[in-house]
């Protein structure tokens, strides 16, 4: 297997998380987002939308994190995370959606405003594009918030691609200026995450 990704991107950082945890065999290939390998013909043959992450397996070419997570999970016979009783999956599956829905879309505008803009573009943050994104934030980092009140974990008792997906985007908290003073439950989850190997070994750090 092959998978397309860049370090810095939460979107391919979790899919090389699974791979880790699972410690299958893949040959990682850095597209160059900042200077635009995804618009080269050869990458968009395998992913028109040029976006990272793809992943090749023989003559299968999947894109979409959230489905190379799940396609991942079938290489190997039982993995806590993603577990065959189908509630559990449908329950992870809720989760992966509302972060590329929602809550990844709202920290998205605050990435692009406050990091892509400041290192890539040179250019300053429209606050108005900042106020919008902090709201949004706020409408889903509460439904976040409330759900992890006396939990670990996001679907029963392990780590699961839920946390995976909900978690990759706040790895880039700090730099995005994520408004997250008002959240206690949100930190001390992302912390649980932080401990395990996989995610460890995952950070963008460990590649450069
Ligand atoms: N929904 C997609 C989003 C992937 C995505 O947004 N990738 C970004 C990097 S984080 C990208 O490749 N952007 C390059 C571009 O849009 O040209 C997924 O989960 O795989």
Not at 46 to 55: E, F, R
């Amino acid at each position: 297997m092959k998978l397309y990704h860049f370090p810095m991107s939460p979107n391919s950082r979790r899919v090389v998380a699974v791979l880790h945890h699972l410690q299958l065999e893949c040959e990682l290939e850095t597209v160059d987002l900042s200077k635009g390998a995804q618009l080269q013909p050869e990458f968009l043959q395998l992913n028109p939308n040029h976006m990272i992450p793809a992943l090749v397996d023989g003559d299968f070419v999947l894109w979409e994190s959230n489905a190379i997570m799940q396609y991942l999970c079938t290489k190997v016979a039982h993995t806590e995370l993603w577990p065959a009783d189908s509630r559990v999956r449908a329950d992870i599956s809720r989760w992966q959606f509302w972060q590329t829905a929602h809550f990844g879309s709202a920290c998205s505008v605050l990435i692009f405003e406050k990091v892509i803009k400041k290192f890539f573009m040179s250019a300053e943050a429209d606050l108005q594009e900042v106020a919008k994104g902090e709201e949004r934030f706020h409408r889903f980092a509460q439904v976040l918030e409330q759900h992890l009140k006396g939990r670990n974990w996001l679907v029963g008792e392990h780590a699961t691609l839920a946390d995976f997906s909900a978690g990759s985007f706040l790895d880039l908290a700090k730099l995005a200026e994520y408004p997250l003073a008002p959240y206690s439950e949100i930190p001390r989850w992302y912390n649980n995450l932080e401990q395990l190997p996989a995610w460890l070994s995952s950070a963008p750090s460990a590649f450069q």
